[in-house]
């Protein structure tokens, strides 16, 4: 899933526990729990969504809806991080990927080891293995949108429920 989709849903929970608990080391200290189980639901749901395995330069639809993504991922970080205090919420919802895709994959490429794309070839200690595992297990039965273009609908849904969730608890 996109950055933005994490951004959004680490901001959705932290704006829950904000409205419910009015402790904010008890905030901080769910949010990272939550934060990452929501990171998980999120990931095992991709299939759903227009997730290409490689880019598509010569498709418009592909080509428009990843500059609304990497401008929208920026924008949104700026903006929750500099105006809104979500810093937390934002780094909190991504640990599965910064530690995936870029502590262990780093030292994988150090190393000089091949890793598969197939989350369920991944060794035990990524957590994208079981990210993987949990769609396997849960999620199966969802349709392959990954090369539709209407798997951006999803995405779109999962801000919108997001963006008025914070709306009416901040």
């Keep these: 899933m996109e950055a933005i989709t994490h951004f959004f849903s680490g901001i ?5 526990l904000q409205h419910f608990i009015p402790t904010t080391w008890l905030v901080l200290v769910l949010l990272v729990p939550l934060g990452i189980l929501l990171h998980f639901f999120i990931d095992a749901i991709v299939f759903i969504t227009f997730h290409t395995r490689t880019p598509r330069l ?11 993504i990497i401008i929208g991922s920026v924008l949104v970080a700026i903006y929750f991080t500099f105006f809104m205090p979500y810093l937390w919420a934002l780094i909190v919802s991504n640990i599965p990927d910064l530690y ?5 994959r780093t030292a994988f490429a150090i190393k000089k080891r091949k890793l598969s794309t197939n989350p369920d070839l991944l060794p035990h200690y990524f957590m994208h293995y079981w990210i993987g595992r949990l769609r396997a297990k849960c ?4 349709p392959d949108w990954t090369e539709k273009h209407r798997g951006i609908i999803t995405e779109l849904v999962i801000w ?7 709306i009416a608890v901040a």
């Design 139 to 142: 999620f199966s039965r969802l």
């Design 100 to 104: 995936d895709w870029v502590i262990m």
């Design 58 to 68: 010569n498709d418009k639809i592909w080509v428009a809806w990843h500059g609304v």
């Design 12 to 16: 959705f929970v932290m704006a829950i």
């Design 160 to 166: 919108t429920v997001c963006f008025i969730v914070w």
